[in-house]
């Protein structure tokens, strides 16, 4: 099927190729109109907000990958931001003690989400839109909306600590980002995941224990946005309870435009960095460009549209050729 | 993709089980009330009451939003957004072009269902999952409006929208007669009429409905445009209500959208809505948040049972349906019972 296809294309069936152009479009665009672009704060401005939603894309991705979604990402994250000011503060736990715990938390809410979704054989949708409210409820419940702000020196400081244009933020990220890449690769849950989300039928047939992989998926979906949540706690320098509110269109937003597909099993992690990188720059090149921020809303809208309309249009070409 | 539970329970619940659900519905309902009054006698002072049948209103047409779009097998995420594009457009046409009351409600109408028309036409051209293109477009519409308007508040309009919005028939708000209204239209809508039952059977089966000649597609659109229409109906509930069009309006409708018509027995997979189940859900969320208001619980907790009775409610739901297919394992093929996406 390859050798038939012109350079054309061939480059058009490439995951990445769309969102690379579509970046260095923006870089150059940028770069040529604004001089404050490629300062070396600005840089660090965006590699900084860089950071939160590329964990947050990846804790929906996982579980795009397996055929379900996350609606309680955004949730979870506030609670486990709460939590980790909460005990930082009041209970004056030691950050990797805190850390840890929130992390625990975020996992255990995955859990929750897993073993409610495969038990009872609910739509995941509805079973995470539930724990939602839920998680949130329970947020709202502990803070009554007021943020922790005393936190130790230390953890505020690694949120704002850089290296030249590099953000101290941006190493738990990339950390991430190799591990999953390596995990979805190289492991066997990793490709017992993408098994599952490609064909769950076939996968039970080949002894994959199918529902054990769902659990884990939304387990570690959990997981990631604990990790979010306390990047964004140490970024903010506070710990606010509405930290996962506008996570939701963002966390579909950055895997969708990077390719996955909702039936599950086609996800990937670079494409993904790549859509959140777009995502980024185009966040930026508004605030340069002076532009109203609702514009961002709308673009982000449209760019998913696009987005899907591209791959569609990838389908189909590639099921002609 | 379909977001079926599971094939089995896409089959339309026997009468008795539907009637077995409402019923079940209205119990857990008056068991509140007679809690939340014998707590918080203020529960039933007449000023709660109407506060209550206005929220009701509003909850009742968001969750019927929700509903003709379940029915056909879909969902709206952009009821919310279709809702405030709708209060916005009134708010302009009233307070700064100056129409007649009338004609800005029946644009804003209009407008509402064409940006679910717009949705369902998308849904349907793409083939993708409707999720994907009302979460994009729901970011879209937000952002639409709100470059218009600039979050501008219209608070200067006509004194007779809040003098509605007063407006007492014996303890009730008009509106609850209105979203009554609604409910009725829909009843006919999908008992009588030959539309109502396409895209019921849209929902059921696409594909056989497809061979059987119904015209899925279109049903799939006028199901949206519908829907956006009704996210209109709820937007202005609240114009009139609150006296003021506001663009913060819609932005917490999800979770009630899909607790009313759950609750009330509509099938996410498609094939079956309940008009009056509907109802019953929207009564029994805005029960329990004007009840936990009275007990001053406050609000921060409303989200947690709120969230609690949704799974609550979809558990028995599920475990009624396994009830269901293991009485009839014997006439049907049990094979297909785990659904892709289960």
Redesign the interface.
């Known amino acids: 099927m390859t050798n038939n296809m012109t350079l054309g294309q061939r480059f058009l069936a490439n995951e990445w190729s769309a969102l690379a152009v579509a970046i260095l479009v923006g870089l150059v665009v940028l770069a040529s109109m604004s001089p404050a672009f490629l300062t070396e704060f600005n840089l660090y401005v965006m590699l900084r907000s860089f950071c939160v939603v590329l964990i947050v894309a990846f804790a929906q991705m996982l579980t795009l990958a397996v055929?379900?979604?996350n609606l309680s990402v955004g949730a979870l994250g506030g609670l486990v931001a709460i939590a980790v000011g909460g005990m930082m503060e009041k209970w004056g736990f030691p950050v990797p003690v805190a850390v840890l715990a929130g992390l625990a938390i975020g996992a255990a809410g995955g859990l929750i989400n897993g073993l409610?979704?495969v038990r009872?054989?609910?739509?995941?949708?509805?079973?995470t839109?539930?724990?939602?409210?839920?998680?949130?409820?329970?947020n709202?419940?502990i803070t009554?909306?007021i943020p922790f702000y005393n936190l130790p020196a230390g953890f505020v400081a690694f949120g704002t600590g850089r290296l030249y244009a590099l953000p101290y933020l941006l190493l738990p990220p990339v950390l991430i980002a190799l591990a999953l890449a390596f995990f979805l690769a190289r492991t066997v849950p990793g490709r017992q995941l993408l098994a599952v989300g490609g064909n769950?039928?076939a996968a039970e047939l080949s002894g994959i224990p199918r529902d054990r992989v769902i659990v884990m998926a939304h387990t570690l979906s959990g997981l990631l946005a604990g990790a979010a949540a306390i990047l964004a706690v140490a970024q903010l320098g506070s710990a606010q309870p509405s930290i996962g509110v506008d996570w939701l269109?963002m966390s579909?937003a950055a895997p969708?435009i990077g390719g996955a597909a909702?039936?599950?099993g086609h996800i990937s992690v670079a494409a993904t960095a790549l859509a959140v990188v777009l995502i980024v720059i185009i966040q930026n090149g508004m605030v340069l460009a002076k532009v109203?921020p609702?514009?961002?809303?709308?673009?982000?809208?449209?760019l998913?549209?696009a987005a899907?309309?591209l791959n569609?249009l990838r389908a189909v070409r590639a099921g002609g050729a | 993709?379909t977001?079926?539970?599971?094939s089995q329970s896409r089959a339309r619940p026997s009468w008795l089980a539907e009637q077995s659900n409402l019923i079940g519905l209205a119990v857990i309902i008056v068991l509140f009330w007679v809690l939340f009054t014998s707590l918080a006698p203020g529960f039933v002072s007449s000023f709660n009451l109407f506060a209550l049948s206005r929220s009701l209103a509003v909850d009742i047409v968001i969750g019927f939003s929700t509903m003709v779009v379940l029915a056909t097998g879909g969902?709206n995420l952009a009821i919310g957004s279709i809702g405030v594009c709708a209060v916005m457009a009134s708010g302009y046409l009233m307070q700064t072009i100056g129409l007649p009351i009338p004609v800005a409600m029946a644009l804003a109408l209009l407008l509402g269902a064409f940006l679910g028309w717009l949705n369902g036409f998308?849904i349907v051209r793409?083939?993708?999952?409707s999720?994907?293109?009302t979460?994009?477009?729901?970011?879209?519409?937000?952002?639409?409006m709100?470059?218009l308007s600039?979050?501008q508040t219209f608070n200067a309009l006509p004194p007779e929208i809040a003098a509605f919005g007063r407006m007492r028939w014996g303890f009730l708000s008009p509106l609850l007669f209105v979203a009554l209204g609604l409910g009725a239209a829909l009843i006919v809508l999908f008992r009588f009429t030959a539309l109502g039952r396409e895209i019921l059977a849209a929902g059921a089966n696409p594909r056989a409905a497809e061979l059987s000649g119904v015209p899925v597609g279109r049903a799939i659109i006028i199901a949206h445009t519908l829907s956006g229409a009704l996210a209109a109906s709820a937007g202005l509930m609240l114009v009139f209500r609150l006296g003021a069009a506001m663009p913060s309006i819609g932005q917490d409708w999800?979770?009630p959208s899909?607790l009313a018509p759950?609750l009330g027995g509509t099938l996410?997979a498609g094939g079956f809505v309940s008009v009056v189940g509907t109802i019953l859900g929207a009564l029994l969320v805005t029960t329990l948040r004007s009840g936990l208001l009275v007990m001053q619980v406050?609000?921060?907790?409303?989200?947690?049972?709120?969230?609690?009775i949704?799974?609550f409610a979809?558990?028995v739901d599920?475990y009624r349906g396994v009830y269901a297919e293991r009485r009839s394992l014997g006439r049907k093929n049990p094979r297909q019972t785990?659904g892709?996406?289960?």
């Open positions: 055929g379900h979604m409610l979704t009872t054989g609910i739509n995941g949708f509805i079973i839109l539930a724990t939602a409210s839920a998680f949130t409820g329970i709202l419940g009554e909306s769950p039928h269109l579909f969708i909702l039936t599950g109203d609702y514009w961002v809303q709308f673009l982000l809208g449209a998913i549209l899907v309309g569609r | 993709m977001l079926s539970v599971s969902m998308v793409s083939g993708v999952n999720f994907i293109i979460l994009a477009s729901a970011s879209l519409f937000l952002g639409g709100l470059i600039k979050a999800l979770l899909f759950v996410l406050g609000n921060f907790w409303l989200q947690l049972f709120l969230g609690l949704l799974l979809v558990m599920r785990s892709r996406s289960a």
